[in-house]
């Protein structure tokens, strides 16, 4: 079982920055790869930015290439979303996801390639 807390979220004005992270505990080693999505009100829930935990190849989504970068801790078996140039289009919840078996770089873009979620984190972007 693992276990991911989000943290970081907040109310940001639009140009401003935050830093996300996503601690894991429990059975870790198993990591593959490890995302972050997004859900804004009245929205389905998309892929933002993922990253491959050994290799650390990232992937993002056009919206946000550029202005965020994802990253990772292997040590502390945590990831972090820095963001930085927000836009209000960037307010919603923000998910960390992990993947515990191999997948192919473009299918970490997809919910369905998660195992494990997180609570979610509020990021609020006033314009």
Same mark, same amino acid.
């Given at each position: $079982?693992?276990?991911?807390?989000?943290?970081?979220? @907040?109310?940001? $004005? %639009? @140009?401003?920055?935050? *830093?996300?992270?996503?601690? %894991?505990?429990?059975?870790?080693?198993?990591?593959?790869?490890?995302? #972050?999505?997004?859900? !804004?009100?009245?929205?389905?829930?998309?892929?933002?930015?993922?990253?491959? #935990?050994?290799?650390?190849?990232?992937?993002?989504?056009?919206?946000?290439?550029?202005?965020?970068?994802?990253? *990772?801790? &292997?040590? =502390?078996?945590?990831?972090?979303? $820095?963001? &930085?140039?927000? =836009?209000?289009?960037? /307010?919603?919840?923000?998910?960390?996801?992990?993947?515990? *078996?191999?997948?192919?770089?473009?299918?970490?873009? *997809?919910?369905? !390639?998660?195992?494990? #979620?997180? $609570?979610? /984190?509020?990021?609020?972007?006033?314009?």
């Amino acid at each position: $079982q693992v276990q991911l807390v989000e943290s970081g979220g @907040g109310l940001v $004005q %639009a @140009g401003g920055s935050l *830093r996300l992270s996503c601690a %894991a505990s429990g059975r870790t080693f198993s990591s593959y790869a490890m995302g #972050w999505f997004r859900q !804004a009100p009245g929205k389905e829930r998309e892929f933002v930015a993922a990253i491959n #935990w050994s290799l650390a190849s990232t992937h993002y989504a056009d919206s946000v290439k550029g202005r965020f970068t994802i990253s *990772r801790d &292997n040590a =502390k078996n945590t990831v972090y979303l $820095q963001m &930085n140039s927000l =836009k209000p289009e960037d /307010t919603a919840v923000y998910y960390c996801a992990r993947v515990n *078996r191999f997948v192919a770089g473009g299918v970490l873009r *997809r919910e369905t !390639a998660y195992d494990d #979620w997180g $609570q979610g /984190t509020q990021v609020t972007v006033s314009s």
